[in-house]
């Protein structure tokens, strides 16, 4: 837990500054236990002051795509120099059901309780501003948890900064169109026109997200992300089953409900029998 911050910033790059000093408890802390490890990172040039103690797990924190970070920390209980087994982990958390991403993960053992640092980070334009990610952290000591906790942070910007919002915008579009036309009715929806329906419904869901979450309107690791993918999964199938579009419906002659050859029925002539 002793380099934990720095795995933050370094890992992440996105900088949620959760580093260890000892310090009194506070009613404000990024961690859980307060007090249990507090840190500070201080952004060079303009930028936000974190300390952890005075920092509301609510709080979103708004960083600089280009920057170099100053931070400290210390582990709070274990005696410096005395050596333990220590073990954590550092990942961006995703929607309910879909995990996180590691951004780091360390074990073996360590004597040290102070550490500090200086990291410089040059975030690529791929990685949207404006889009609130959650790091979460775990540290363990002698294989029992000794603190974790979490920081939203947010680079500053727009969703046009970055080109996945197009890819967004673009695959809703193709998507929902294909979708759409997934539900015109053929003589009815098989087994086949329900699955494709569920798969197009998913991909809208997975672009409409996406696009949602660029704009701002929802965090990263928001559970109605969750929702949203199930509700264009169920609610595909059953549109491409449904078909209520009207279509083309071929009769028992061919296509159209027309006579032999499709066209306009023909009257039928009586012959007087001789």
């Known amino acids: 837990m002793a ?37 500070t990172a201080v952004w ?16 979103v924190i708004e960083i600089p795509r280009k920057a170099t970070v100053n931070w ?5 209980g274990p005696q410096a120099g005395t050596e333990r087994a220590i073990d954590g982990e550092v990942f961006i958390d995703l929607p309910p059901l879909l995990g996180g ?43 029992k948890v000794h603190c974790d906790g979490e920081a939203d942070v947010m680079i500053k910007g727009g969703p046009f900064e970055s080109p996945l919002i197009w890819v967004a915008l673009v695959g809703l579009l193709l998507t929902g169109v294909a979708t759409a036309l997934a539900g015109r009715s053929d003589g009815g929806g098989g087994i086949g026109r329900m699955i494709l329906g569920a798969l197009l419904g998913l991909l809208v869901a997975v672009f ?7 704009f701002g309107v ?19 199938g059953v549109w491409g089953k449904w078909a209520p579009l009207g279509g083309g419906a071929a009769g028992p002659d061919g296509p159209g409900t027309g006579g032999p050859a499709g066209g306009p029925d023909q009257p039928t002539v009586q012959v007087p029998a001789a």
């Open 3 to 39: 380099r934990r911050l720095g795995r933050w910033l370094a890992g992440a790059a996105l900088g949620a500054a959760v580093a260890l000093v000892p310090a009194v408890p506070a009613q404000a802390d990024l961690i859980d236990p307060p007090g249990a490890c507090v840190g």
């Open 44 to 59: 060079q040039g303009g930028g936000p002051n974190i300390v952890s103690t005075e920092r509301n797990p609510d709080d």
């Open 72 to 76: 400290t920390g210390h582990v709070v």
């Open 101 to 143: 991403i590691t951004i780091d993960r360390w074990n073996g053992r360590a004597s040290n309780v102070d550490k500090s640092g200086v990291y410089g980070y040059d975030l690529p334009s791929i990685i949207p501003a404006g889009v609130v990610f959650t790091v979460v952290g775990e540290h363990a000591e002698n294989d």
């Open 208 to 214: 409409g997200s996406l696009t949602l979450i660029l």
């Open 218 to 236: 929802l965090p990263l690791a928001s559970p109605v992300v969750t929702v949203l993918l199930a509700l264009g999964l169920v609610l595909g």
